[in-house]
């Protein structure tokens, strides 16, 4: 594959800023989606031939930093994107790929599968709902969705609600510095962003999401018949993001946080 001919165009840029997030198919060769795969699927203590033996809708797998995994996330097209999104040298390259929740076909409830931001700061706070997100994205450069598996409509493709980072924005920039917690952010259900168009995270295993970092998204059950494996990584900053430049080189994250502030609604202002 050529990757330089693959960069992002402008309509996939301008995409990311207007809905909040841009699918890139190929993103890292099925193969490394196989082989790290298989290093879950021992993981999990479930045998992927026997479904008597998937007896949880989830279980959590912690960090992945071995070689599938750091490839998937380092291949010439995602840097040139997060050059494209972030900015030359405002990412921190991406080495391991973070908590992976497996998801088995089950009709129980997974009990998680609620509206939310992947908050970003104060997560020393033992208890999750005081970890924070500020409107200069402190700690978070890009949410990413990295497929390793097929995942069709069925298989609790994660939901994401299209330009709901726009609303975000909006709630954090009245909290300036010190942000808010995710126990304020959810305190009204995500309900500003209820009426936004709702997508699946749908695509075959090496398929990458690239998500602004203050998208709403949740999870679902799951309701096909094979296990979905998917990473959710942050991309981390190298700089603060900086939302009022002398020289005008806003990056596209940043370029979309000062849209919602200045298209704010009337009783906002």
């Known amino acids: 594959m050529d990757d330089i001919r693959r960069r992002l165009t402008d309509a996939h840029v301008e995409h990311f800023i207007h809905e909040g997030f841009v699918r890139l198919d190929d993103a890292f060769p099925r193969a490394w989606a196989d082989e790290g795969r298989a290093l879950l699927w021992r993981d999990t203590g479930c045998d992927p031939q026997a479904p008597a033996t998937w007896t949880k809708p989830v279980i959590r797998l912690g960090l992945y930093g071995q070689e599938p995994f750091a490839r998937a996330a380092s291949t010439p097209l995602l840097h040139a994107a997060f050059d494209q999104l972030v900015g030359p040298g405002r990412w921190l390259p991406c080495k391991a790929l973070g908590t992976f929740p497996v998801r088995f076909p089950s009709p129980e409830d997974p009990g998680d599968a609620g509206w939310h931001i992947d908050v970003s700061f104060g997560t020393e706070h033992p208890d999750f709902l005081q970890w924070r ?64 168009p709702e997508v699946l995270a749908t695509g075959e295993a090496g398929t990458v999401y690239l998500c602004h970092p203050f998208l709403v998204h949740s999870a679902q059950p799951h309701r096909g018949t094979r296990p979905r494996f998917m990473a959710q990584p942050p991309l981390l900053p190298a700089t603060p993001l900086v939302l009022q430049r002398e020289d005008q080189a806003y990056s596209p994250v940043e370029q979309a946080i000062r849209l919602a502030l200045e298209t704010r609604q009337p009783s906002e202002r």
């Open 133 to 196: 997100a500020n409107i200069h994205s402190r700690g978070r450069a890009l949410l990413m969705l990295f497929l390793f598996s097929d995942v069709g409509p069925d298989d609790a493709p994660t939901r994401i609600r299209a330009g709901s980072h726009l609303d975000i924005a909006r709630t954090l920039a009245p909290a300036g510095e010190a942000g808010l917690t995710l126990g304020a952010l959810a305190a009204q259900g995500f309900a500003d962003s209820a009426g936004r």
